[in-house]
């Protein structure tokens, strides 16, 4: 299955769907350029995804970002659950409790090594995990991260190169990084054009 998988990601690379993967890439690149309120609302959009629809999520975060630099958790809450968002109170205590990192964000992340980097974001982000992590850092221009969640997962046991773990541990979370890694290597694609075109195969959508 592992030929299969190779041989379809350079089909779609000679598509049209690697521009608009191109594009895509650029466009996290650029948050990267951008002020600490901007990363931080970036932050609160990987917060809020976890375990819910990334449609929307863009949608929520679209309406509700400029809120989440000064709404306080009861008023943050109350504008989740008016979205029908499904977690409006825990994640609203998340991003609120995060409010207070946000200028020490951009520092961090640009003078910590990789693996250093995630770490810290695991340690000081409520929420976060190393998906969470991961996909911010892919969102915020950082290419060498696996975003591995249940649609990877799904996909990978499809195409019989894993066995779903029960529980993504870090070890577990890190192997199948390193073997997405391999896999970004056969087809010279960075981890974060690989999660797009693998997202792609899974949904027939990019998103972020």
Same mark, same amino acid.
Request: hydrophobic share 40%.
């Given at each position: 299955? @592992? %030929?299969?998988?190779?041989?379809e990601?350079?089909?779609?690379?000679?598509? $049209?769907?690697?521009?608009?993967?191109?594009?895509?890439i650029?466009? !996290?690149?650029? *948050? %990267?350029?951008?002020?600490?309120?901007?990363?931080?609302?970036?932050?609160c959009?990987?917060?809020?995804?976890?375990?819910? $629809?990334?449609?929307?999520?863009i949608?929520?975060? #679209?309406?509700?970002?400029?809120?989440f630099?000064?709404?306080?958790?009861?008023? &943050?809450?109350?504008?989740?659950?008016?979205?029908?968002?499904? !977690?409006?109170?825990?994640?609203?205590?998340?991003?609120?409790d995060? *409010?207070f990192k946000?200028? @020490?964000?951009?520092?961090?992340?640009?003078?910590?090594?990789?693996?250093e980097?995630?770490a810290? &974001? *695991?340690? $000081?982000?409520?929420? !976060?995990?190393?998906?969470?992590?991961?996909?911010?850092?892919?969102?915020?221009?950082?290419?060498?991260?696996?975003?591995?969640?249940?649609?990877? /997962?799904?996909?990978?046991?499809? #195409?019989?190169?894993i066995?779903q773990?029960?529980?993504?541990?870090?070890?577990?979370? *890190?192997?199948?990084? $390193? &073997?997405?890694?391999?896999?970004?290597?056969?087809?010279q694609?960075? /981890?974060?054009? &690989?999660?797009?075109? /693998?997202?792609? /195969?899974?949904?027939?959508?990019?998103?972020?």
């Amino acid at each position: 299955m @592992m %030929n299969d998988l190779l041989s379809e990601i350079q089909r779609l690379k000679h598509s $049209n769907i690697q521009t608009k993967i191109k594009k895509r890439i650029q466009e !996290f690149k650029d *948050v %990267n350029t951008c002020s600490a309120d901007d990363l931080f609302k970036e932050l609160c959009f990987c917060i809020l995804t976890a375990n819910f $629809n990334a449609e929307r999520t863009i949608h929520i975060h #679209q309406h509700l970002q400029e809120c989440f630099c000064t709404d306080t958790k009861e008023i &943050l809450s109350a504008k989740l659950r008016q979205h029908g968002y499904r !977690f409006p109170n825990t994640r609203a205590a998340y991003i609120v409790d995060s *409010v207070f990192k946000k200028e @020490m964000i951009p520092a961090i992340i640009q003078t910590l090594q990789r693996d250093e980097r995630r770490a810290w &974001l *695991v340690d $000081n982000i409520k929420g !976060f995990g190393y998906k969470e992590s991961s996909h911010f850092l892919r969102n915020i221009g950082f290419d060498d991260y696996a975003i591995i969640d249940s649609h990877i /997962l799904e996909f990978l046991q499809w #195409q019989h190169l894993i066995k779903q773990p029960k529980t993504l541990t870090i070890k577990k979370y *890190v192997e199948i990084e $390193n &073997l997405l890694r391999k896999i970004a290597k056969q087809t010279q694609l960075t /981890l974060a054009e &690989l999660d797009l075109y /693998l997202w792609y /195969l899974e949904t027939g959508k990019i998103l972020k």
